[in-house]
């Protein structure tokens, strides 16, 4: 469901820019639609109990205090969504966001490999997984590549 928010944002960012809608008028605020879009389901799936008690549980055995992982992540989320609306900020946020993209992978994995065990399809979770993630990076990337521009 994040991909397809992130990729509505995206297609409303493109033909918003296309258009020259402000505040779209610079190409990087694109990529920034889709991220903040990303940000915001990550903040508001810790809001929905079921959604944060998944969250929760996709947290790999080995890392301390799930639960307090999961509010710092979506902190972390907020801050750089944030950040990434503030030109000063922007390339840091931008930084930020794609580490911690890479950081939470594993939880990624966890969740890919319970649900995959249950039905044999561990493999084709995982690809999804990844490459969403991977996308999510690039995206993280472009506003880097775009606004030094």
């Known amino acids: 469901m994040v991909f397809i928010v992130t990729a509505i944002a995206l297609l409303?960012?493109?033909?918003?820019?296309?258009?020259?809608?402000?505040?779209?008028?610079?190409?990087?605020?694109?990529?920034?639609?889709?991220?903040?879009?990303?940000?915001?389901?990550?903040?508001?799936?810790?809001?929905?109990?079921?959604?944060?008690?998944?969250?929760?549980?996709?947290?790999?055995?080995?890392?301390?205090?799930?639960?307090?992982?999961?509010?710092?992540?979506?902190?972390?989320?907020?801050?750089?969504?944030?950040?990434?609306?503030?030109?000063?900020?922007r390339p840091w946020a931008a930084i930020c966001l794609g580490l911690l993209l890479v950081t939470v992978f594993p939880a990624n994995v966890v969740d890919a490999r319970r649900a995959g065990d249950k039905d044999g399809t561990t493999g084709n979770r995982l690809l999804r997984r990844g490459s969403e993630q991977v996308a999510f990076v690039l995206l993280c990337v472009s506003v880097l590549v775009i606004d030094h521009r």
């Open 12 to 89: 409303v960012g493109i033909i918003a820019h296309r258009f020259d809608i402000p505040p779209f008028l610079h190409p990087v605020s694109v990529p920034i639609a889709g991220l903040v879009a990303m940000c915001a389901m990550g903040i508001l799936a810790r809001l929905v109990p079921t959604r944060r008690r998944a969250l929760v549980d996709m947290v790999p055995e080995w890392v301390p205090k799930p639960t307090v992982v999961v509010w710092l992540t979506g902190l972390l989320e907020l801050a750089g969504g944030i950040g990434l609306l503030i030109e000063a900020t």
